[in-house]
């Protein structure tokens, strides 16, 4: 039974940084996609960063310059680096997981296992 755990969410000052971990546990960690999304209270959920196995990587334009996604494949781990943080990126963070490679479009329908989730609140 696959399954993932985030952790590393919190407070934090805006302009600050804080890192999630995500764990995946009965999951063959390789030719797949890990991904990252966030969904706001009263907001649908939106992708935030994707990277498949190959190590390519994807980025909202909300995020990029200030998130980082990356893996640890030995530890089945996956990391989000959020630095620079805003007040809007207050939200609950997921990870996410899928057998196939990462699609075009950051979408919650190409993912099939899914963590979840770990608050990030931004104060201003």
């Known amino acids: 039974q696959v399954q993932l755990a985030e952790s590393g969410g919190g407070s934090v000052q805006a302009g600050g940084p804080l890192r999630l971990s995500c764990v995946a546990s009965?999951?063959?960690?390789?030719?797949?996609?890990m991904g990252w999304f966030r969904q706001a209270q009263g907001k649908e959920r939106e992708g935030v960063a994707s990277i498949d196995s190959d190590g390519s990587t994807s980025y909202a334009d909300s995020v990029k310059g200030r998130f980082t996604i990356s893996q640890e494949n030995a530890k089945n781990t996956l990391f989000l680096q959020m630095n620079s943080l805003k007040p809007e990126d207050t939200a609950m963070y997921f990870c996410?997981?899928?057998?196939?490679?990462?699609?075009?479009?950051?979408?919650?329908?190409?993912?099939?296992?899914w963590g979840q989730g770990a608050q990030v609140t931004v104060s201003s």
């Open positions: 009965g999951y063959a960690y390789t030719h797949n996609c």
């Open positions: 996410a997981a899928d057998p196939s490679g990462c699609p075009v479009v950051l979408s919650t329908t190409s993912f099939r296992y």
